[in-house]
């Protein structure tokens, strides 16, 4: 069945550096793909989607590319700020009415001023 | 728009309570609501997927006398969890997808619903 893989962390980095969270899936068809985020105590948050090949979703200086050819939809920001602290989840749904979304097991994000 | 609400946010109740649920789409009609459960510091996991004016399709593994979800409305689903015990203790997050239009292979979600047996 589709799944989603994403780096386990937790990520812990000092504020203004570089993030990149890796995020690969299975999927028969073609997916949407998503990115989502929780800060604490909270609940889910989309981040960023994207819905076909080379597609590229962007949101608060955060970039994910829907590779096809790899399979991936890696996390990037260029300049990470202590706000950004969460947890940062990759899923997948396919484009059918009715299907739920498959999480990836999420990834811990800590930056630090 | 696209927003789903979930009450309450959360609830203590002593071990043997039922405890209910509800997830409310406010701006949007959803055939398909989900409900997850997420562990601390763990992924969500699907726990069923409820049909508006049909029995709810449970994931392997997850009590169907136990977790009872009925989906009465087009803007309304509701999880019961009956016989409540400690190990039921929870974050509890539903999520609506829209009927149709261009946010139709999105998924919105309540800010969920922090459950707490005695």
């Known amino acids: 069945g589709d799944s989603v893989t994403q780096m386990e962390g937790p990520v812990t980095l000092s504020e203004e550096a570089c993030l990149t969270i890796n995020c690969t899936y299975t999927a028969t068809g073609y997916p949407s793909l998503f990115w989502y985020v929780q800060y604490p105590g909270e609940g889910l948050q989309l981040l960023l989607k994207a819905t076909k090949a080379d597609d590229k979703g962007s949101n608060k200086g955060f970039e994910a590319t829907y590779r096809k050819e790899t399979t991936s939809f890696h996390l990037e920001k260029g300049s990470v700020q202590v706000s950004d602290s969460a947890v940062y989840f990759c899923?997948?749904?396919?484009?059918?009415?009715?299907?739920?979304?498959?999480f990836g097991k999420g990834t811990t994000l800590s930056v630090s001023s | 728009g696209a927003v789903v609400s979930q009450h309450p946010s959360r609830v203590i109740c002593k071990s043997g309570t039922s405890v209910k649920i509800e997830c409310r789409s406010l701006d949007f009609q959803a055939t398909t609501m989900f409900w997850y459960r997420q562990f601390p510091k763990q992924s969500l996991m699907l726990m069923a997927t409820?049909?508006?004016?049909?029995?709810?399709?449970?994931e392997q593994g997850v009590e169907k006398d136990k977790f009872l979800i009925n989906h009465a409305s087009l803007t309304l689903s509701t999880l019961t969890v009956t016989s409540a015990h400690p190990e039921d203790s929870s974050f509890y997050i539903c999520?609506?997808?829209?009927?149709?239009?261009?946010?139709?292979?999105?998924?919105?979600f309540g800010p969920g619903t922090r459950l707490t047996v005695l």
């Open positions: 999520s609506a997808r829209p009927l149709s239009g261009g946010l139709y292979n999105e998924q919105f």
């Open positions: 899923a997948l749904t396919s484009n059918q009415a009715g299907t739920a979304l498959i």
């Open positions: 409820s049909n508006e004016g049909s029995k709810a399709t449970y």
